[in-house]
């Protein structure tokens, strides 16, 4: 058992929230599956149940579990995907809002979670958060990371919670007050990352499918920063490249939503463990003494 600094009996405990089925094996599983080996009880809160995704792998076209009712096959992927990184899992019981496309674009559909008032939807995250009272809470960026609606949402929220589930005069009836230590954003997009891994496969002599991504961002980049640097400093750097088989396992696990062939399994994990054996997080916020760069988010609280 891992435990705190305060009190040995208790353990070191780490939520991530993630809007769909499937954004925890892709941001962040290596790192929650390290842990978890270590001792950590490591929890991912699923805002949705991407019930709104559509089939993402070719291999999964007509299938008919999927096709009845996609909201139950995700269920049972993300069960699968929980049991290879060893860590639980808990539905918030939001719906998908869907990823709006089209000009103009569509409204989003009723009740989703993306158009729930901000105290409704944070307060299934508060009773998680005094139920299962993490010292480090791990969210999205206020861009989502990605621009998705749920995205969005699910930072609202774990900002909204991280700040609020301490405070016994805030959400009442959803349990004990509990202070959560230290907030993080997952950089599983951070452009230094993949400006790395795109070198290493020119230097291979492989075909590298970042050009494209780091052409966009060199463009995008009105300071001029060279290489590209994001919006938040990776102040954290997790060593995990050991988990990458099982990050890579986790994300096939979502069957529907990861075509096997696609962009996420474009480096060999062994290139990986060489070039960038880290999963990248930017310290938000944090209650105990901590200095940066860090390698462990619970610097600090050991
Ligand atoms: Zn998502």
Redesign the pocket.
Known sequence: MTTTKGNPAEPLRLLAV???P??EASKGAAMMASYAAAGVSVMVATCTG?ERGGIQNPAMEGDPHSSRDMGGARRLEMAKAAAILGIEQQWLGFADSGLPEGDPLPALPAHCFALTPLEIAAAPLVRLVRRFRPHVIISYDENGG?P?P??IMAHKVTVEAYHAAGDPGRYPGTGAAWEPQKLYYDLAFNPQRFRALHFALEEAGLASPYAQRLAAWLEADTEGHTPPVGSHPATTQVDCGEYFEKRDDALRAHATQVDPAGFFFAVTPEMQRKVWPWEDYSLIDFRVPTTVPENDLFAGLR
């Open positions: 993630h809007a769909h499937d954004d991407g990605y998705h749920d995205h």
